[in-house]
């Protein structure tokens, strides 16, 4: 959802008077995604053969390797998970499909009620998707059935994002402390009552997650909060990789056969996700990126 208002906030206008065209658009989303899904492909594979019983047989590596650079449910073909190489490229899969669709339709204007049947109908559907599953965990990637549930789990995220945008509803709420949507999310986290996981998912995501984007981004902006901005470049290469990097803490922590206590192993994953996150992105990332942004034409 976060990334349907940040592809708003950034673009709407652009794309709606034509400064950008929708080919420069997509050009623009290749290549502020692929550099960091080529690096979690590879330690994807290296991951899937550190263990001393690997997790996924050599030859389907190539396979799951292949598909995740291309962005494609090939792991289903071979009774893996869609991406089982590095799982969360799932949703990096969707959020490129959902790009092309919004720089695609971008310049159209459509009217408030078809906008409002639209995210009425997503909404409808992604509550029969959570009760078909029992959840939201599988949404996108455990299955065949589950892949295509997860347009249906990402279309309403990202057009809920989008609306947040469009509708100005972040300025009607107006100036918020930075606390307020940290407050709310902490509380979904650590919420005290019992409540069935499917039905615990679709609020959060259908009301609580959009709840949280408006309050974040009616936080004023004219305060520096160099921190702030620091996670939130982190946080793509962050989640990139801090899968391979568990599966490496999971297979430190069996080689050790118990020697070293499980907090231990865990304190320090966390740290290792951190530095090599940051790493990536200052000497490899950021970099790239900014090389490709001077070879191709991105405006």
């Known amino acids: 959802m976060p990334e349907g208002f940040v592809l708003a906030n950034g673009y709407d206008q652009k794309l709606k008077s034509g400064a950008l065209g929708s080919r420069a658009f997509f050009l623009k989303r ?24 690997p997790s996924i047989a050599l030859a389907d590596v190539s396979i ?9 449910p090939l792991g289903l073909l071979v009774g893996q998970e869609a991406f089982a190489i ?27 009620w078809y906008e409002m049947a639209a995210i009425a109908l997503l909404a409808a559907a992604l509550f029969q998707v959570v009760i078909l599953e029992g959840g939201i965990g599988p949404v996108g990637f455990a299955s065949w059935r589950a892949f ?19 509708w100005s509803i972040h300025h009607r709420v107006g100036a918020v402390p930075p606390q307020i949507p940290l407050f709310v999310l902490i509380a979904v986290l650590f919420f005290p009552f019992a409540v069935p996981s499917d039905v615990y998912d679709f609020i959060c995501i259908a009301v ?13 902006q004219g305060a520096e909060r160099p921190f702030a901005a620091y996670l939130g470049q982190l946080s793509y290469p962050l989640y990139v990789v801090h899968l391979p990097v568990i599966q490496f803490g999971d297979h430190f922590q069996n080689l050790t056969d118990g020697f070293i206590p499980l907090p231990v192993t865990v304190s320090g994953t966390l740290l290792v996700a951190v530095g090599a996150a940051h790493f990536l992105h200052v000497c490899f990332d950021a970099p790239l990126r900014a090389c490709l942004g001077r070879k191709f034409p991105l405006n």
């Open 30 to 53: 290749v290549v502020r995604l692929y550099p960091m899904i080529v690096v979690g492909v590879a330690l994807g594979v290296l991951a899937s053969q550190f263990a001393l019983t």
């Open 64 to 72: 799951l390797a292949v598909g995740a650079l291309l962005l494609l």
């Open 86 to 112: 590095n799982n969360p490229l799932w949703s990096i899969c969707f959020e490129m499909i959902a790009s092309v669709a919004y720089g695609c339709v971008a310049r159209r204007r459509f009217h408030f």
């Open 148 to 166: 295509f549930e997860g347009f249906v789990r990402v279309g309403f995220s990202f057009l809920a994002g989008v609306l947040i945008f469009r």
């Open 208 to 220: 609580i997650i959009p709840i949280v984007v408006a309050l974040a981004a009616a936080v004023p």
